[in-house]
Every structure is written in C-alpha cells, then in structure tokens.
C-alpha cells in the first residue's frame, strides 16, 4: 500500500497535541537497550523532527547516552491522551553534530544552560544544596556574555526505519498503521488493534 508521507503526517498531529494537550506535549518515552540487553525507559522532550529523524538532548555522561553507544537503536512513544493517539518509532540513533547542538544550546534559559555545566546527571548527590551550589559555581564561571555548550552535553536523533500511528476508536476498534522505510522509500500496512 502506498504510505503517506509519514513525517508529514507526525508534524499534523503534533501541531494538533500542541494545540490541545493540557501538559507538555514534546514529552515522548524513549526506550533503550545497554549491550548486554538490559531495557531502560524515560521520558526525555523532543526538539526537533524532521526527514532526518527525531531529536533530544541530554547529558552525554548519562545512563541513556551510554546504552546508545553500546546499542544505537531505540523506540520512542508519544501518547496524547486528549486526542485518544500515540505514535511510536523506532531506529538507529546517531549523534546530531556539534553546530547543531551548538545552535540549540543557545536558545536556552541561561538558567538551564547553566543547570547543564552544574549537573552530573543521574549521579548521586548529598542532597538539594549540592545541586545549587554547582549552578551557583558554574554562574561565577560564566558571570556575563553567552554561556558555551558544555562537552558533555548534545543531542541524539532517532532515524526512523518504522512509525506507528494509532487512534482510539470506539469499542477498541482503533485505528493502527505502520509505515516502514527501505531503501525504495516508505511503505504503510494497517495493524489490527
């Protein structure tokens, strides 16, 4: 069956969960794998989508960054329950290059471009007050002007090989639609529910 074009599809019910969702509406579950199998998920924002694939950023010292350079393939989970939809994708995951990440960087609240040179994510830590003491040494680092990318922070982009679109219909009688990628372009099959 010829597929919609299925990121032209994902930017419609994205602009419409933007539109209507009551909470953030970026958030997506990213599931990952460490090279000895071990599954892991959490919820992490997406920046940017495109024919490239899916983005987000993250502490590249963090347990989500270490299971995608040992495994670089992952899913990701959109649920809008205002909407009665969800999308899923899955693929490999390449870092996004550093003047992309650059750029992005720059557009964040200097509190959260601080919060990632202060933060050794996922680490434990004494308590509230050492986080705050990091954000507070990290300002008298950066006391003015533009505060630079950190080395440990990036991006990652999911390029999807596979996107599920479902939407909720009465009597679970819903809607389920796959479109996978190959090297001849993108090709859809209806799932049952």
């Excluded at 010829?2 to 509406?25: C, G, L």
């Excluded at 557009?107 to 994510?121: D, F, K, N, V, Y």
């Excluded at 680092?141 to 990318?149: L, T």
């Amino acid at each position: 069956m010829a597929a919609p074009h299925p990121i032209e599809k994902f930017q419609q019910w994205f602009a419409e969960a933007r539109a209507i969702e009551p909470y953030d509406p970026t958030a997506m579950a990213l599931a990952t794998a460490s090279g000895d199998g071990r599954p892991a998920v959490r919820m992490v924002l997406l920046k940017h989508a495109d024919e490239r694939g899916f983005v987000f950023y993250t502490n590249l010292q963090s347990p989500k960054s270490i299971a995608l350079r040992a495994n670089p393939n992952a899913s990701l989970c959109f649920h809008w329950p205002k909407l009665e939809r969800q999308v899923r994708i899955d693929g490999p995951v390449v870092a996004v290059d550093p003047a992309e990440a650059d750029a992005y960087f720059a557009t964040r609240p200097r509190l959260s471009q601080l919060g990632a040179w202060a933060s050794a994510q996922s680490q434990p830590m004494a308590g509230r007050f050492e986080l705050e003491r990091a954000v507070a040494a990290a300002a008298v680092r950066f006391p003015i002007g533009a505060v630079p990318r950190p080395p440990h922070w990036s991006g990652w982009r999911v390029e999807p090989e596979a996107i599920e679109f479902w939407q909720a219909r009465a009597f679970r009688h819903h809607d389920r639609e796959k479109i996978t990628r190959d090297r001849d372009g993108w090709s859809a099959k209806w799932l049952f529910p």
